[in-house]
């Protein structure tokens, strides 16, 4: 039996930071990275990239630094 992959939407999906990151807000997950028990997510910033960093995807699950898709400053507030 097959185990459950952990974060399997992750590559592709679309996230928005809370704070500027590097000068941006709005991030796409291009890569994934399996660790041992950890998944780590390579995001590149949507708008220059040559901005691009690994992150543990646990952190994209805590809506104090994270939103799912893009979404606007007026939205945010």
């Known amino acids: 039996?097959?185990?459950?992959?952990?974060?399997?939407?992750?590559?592709?999906?679309?996230w928005t930071s809370q704070q500027?990151?590097?000068g941006w807000r709005?991030?796409?997950?291009?890569n994934?990275?399996?660790e041992g028990k950890w998944v780590f997510?390579?995001?590149v910033a949507s708008c220059d990239p040559n901005?691009?960093?690994?992150?543990?995807?646990k952190q994209l699950k805590d809506r104090s630094l994270w939103q799912a898709g893009?979404?606007?400053?007026?939205?945010?507030?």
């Open 26 to 30: 709005h991030f796409q997950v291009v």
């Open 51 to 57: 901005v691009r960093f690994w992150i543990n995807a």
């Open 1 to 14: 039996m097959k185990t459950k992959q952990k974060f399997p939407f992750l590559v592709g999906s679309k």
């Open 32 to 34: 994934r990275k399996n």
């Open 70 to 77: 893009w979404v606007t400053l007026a939205e945010m507030r």
């Open 20 to 22: 500027e990151t590097w």
């Open 41 to 43: 997510a390579e995001i």
